[in-house]
């Protein structure tokens, strides 16, 4: 039997003397995506960014294809998508798109960079953008552009803290089905932070709901629902009622 992707074993962490996580455990399969969803103050974020290796756990560990995160010798396998775009204001978005492959992958020419950089945008839907600067482009624009930064590395398991939490609800459910669209094609592994039941549900195939203070695993919720998943679908409506009582 395979490793699963994402594999989340006993992670505690404290700030101080406050304990944020505790005995945090959940796997997250190859080419599945998860939802962590909770209040605020349930340490969803600090459990990504642990998965992400930019935090250490005080306890427990996470895997990764079976191997401890810290051990990864190709880092470029796993891509963050934070909750700002963070792009950078004097950059395009093929610059903007290319910065993702500058420090993982220093060998590639420039002309590789650009290549790879078009093909991410290309994909997004952004390619005729790809010389528009951040203030020149729509809030979904900039969310594709973020995107296509993320994926240009052509990582394995995409980590997304709250991506589409700033957008209006028209752009965010663009962004839903262009994200199961590219996770599709790819093949991705996703795990993503959101605080919006409706998305949990419309997005993911499991949901591992967070308990705050310390936050620890509530319940791990199976979303067996056909995609594309609608809110105003009584299926889709009724998992949205029994995972906001679950919280």
């Avoid at 909770?38 to 005080?58: F, Q």
């Avoid at 790809?130 to 994926?151: C, D, I």
């Avoid at 709250?162 to 209006?168: G, N, R, T």
Wanted: aromatic share 4%; hydrophobic share 45%; with cysteine.
């Amino acid at each position: 039997m395979s490793a699963a992707a994402v594999s989340v074993r006993g992670v505690g962490k404290r700030y101080g003397g406050l304990p944020v996580l505790d005995g945090v455990e959940f796997d997250v399969a190859d080419g599945e995506t998860v939802a962590l969803l909770g209040t605020s103050g349930c340490g969803k974020s600090t459990l990504l960014n642990i998965v992400a290796g930019l935090l250490a756990a005080d306890h427990g560990e996470v895997r990764l294809g079976g191997a401890r995160a810290t051990e990864l010798e190709a880092p470029q396998a796993l891509a963050y998508m934070f909750q700002e775009d963070r792009l950078l204001p004097w950059r395009s978005a093929r610059a903007n798109a290319e910065f993702g492959l500058e420090a993982a992958h220093p060998r590639l020419s420039a002309r590789e960079r650009r290549a790879r950089a078009d093909a991410a945008l290309d994909m997004v839907g952004l390619g005729a953008f790809a010389e528009r600067y951040p203030h020149e482009l729509s809030g979904g624009m900039r969310s594709r552009v973020a995107l296509a930064r993320s994926l240009v590395g052509e990582p394995r398991i995409l980590l997304m803290d709250e991506p589409f939490s700033k957008l209006d609800p028209q752009t965010r459910g663009q962004m839903h089905a262009e994200l199961l669209r590219i996770r599709a094609l790819r093949q991705l592994t996703v795990l993503f932070v959101t605080h919006d039941v409706e998305e949990a549900v419309v997005l993911a195939d499991r949901i591992v709901v967070l308990a705050p203070r310390p936050g620890r695993v509530r319940e791990v919720v199976t979303i067996d629902l056909p995609r594309p998943r609608s809110a105003v679908d009584a299926a889709v409506a009724e998992t949205i009622r029994r995972v906001r009582m679950t919280i």
